[in-house]
């Protein structure tokens, strides 16, 4: 699990064919390695990959193919920057939001307008993803926790401030860049728990059922 709440940026160094799957080594010159171990878990631009190999300044990781299929790794090529956070420990403080770092899209940004030192981000709406996506609640960008700040007809808004923008990846997005996204944790289990699917459902939450389970 991780807070969605970036600890450094790193560069993708070398992307090795294993077959049909891939392993990618990524550097960083300002994560701290000094307690990373073999097994762990990173997320990389808001994907958990798991550490096979290490040194101090990089880690290794490979990627099977269902990552490939569901990320936008494949399309990555070596120095692509990357947004980077270790698993989260019982004694961190969550200034995020809790992110599994199994993303469940990607998307594109659709347009990027100034507001004072601040940016506001547009961010096309995936239909399969639209019914989880609030305003005011969490989403994960690349790994970075953001809050939905307006739903639009086919996009949602973002404000990143400066400090946000400097410390990741974010201040490179521009019109038509794609994006990881990670809905609210929160809002899949509520689904799944009021609708009680034992298989994974198209919709079946609406204003009427939330009022007969009791969550209005």
């Known amino acids: 699990m991780f807070t969605g709440i970036i600890e450094a940026t790193g560069t993708l160094l070398q992307i090795t064919p294993k077959g049909l799957d ?5 550097q960083s010159q300002t994560l701290d390695f000094s307690d990373v171990k ?3 878990s990173i997320a990389s631009n808001g994907v958990c990959l798991t550490v096979t190999a290490f040194g101090a300044d990089w880690f290794s990781a490979d990627l099977s ?3 490939l299929k569901r990320t936008l790794f494949g399309s990555y090529k070596t120095g692509q920057r990357l947004n980077l956070e270790k698993a989260l420990l019982p004694t961190t403080r969550l200034g995020g ?3 599994s770092g199994h993303v469940d899209g990607y998307s594109s940004v659709s347009r990027i307008e100034k507001s004072g030192r601040a940016w506001q981000i547009f961010i096309k709406t995936p239909p399969e993803l639209a019914r989880y ?3 005011k609640g969490s989403i994960t960008v690349d790994g970075v926790s953001l809050t939905v700040n307006e739903l639009l007809a086919d996009e949602f808004r973002l404000t990143i401030v ?3 923008a400097q410390q990741t990846t974010l201040e490179q997005l521009e019109a038509g860049s794609k994006v ?3 809905v609210d944790l929160l809002a899949r289990y509520l689904e799944r728990l009021i609708t009680g699917a034992a298989a994974p459902v198209k919709s079946g939450v609406s204003l009427e059922l939330l009022q007969q389970r009791g969550f209005l």
């Open 162 to 164: 400066p400090h946000t």
């Open 65 to 67: 193919t269902e990552t």
């Open 22 to 26: 891939v392993s990618v080594k990524i």
């Open 180 to 182: 990881h996204l990670e």
């Open 97 to 99: 939001h809790l992110v």
């Open 38 to 40: 073999l097994g762990d």
């Open 133 to 135: 996506i609030a305003e």
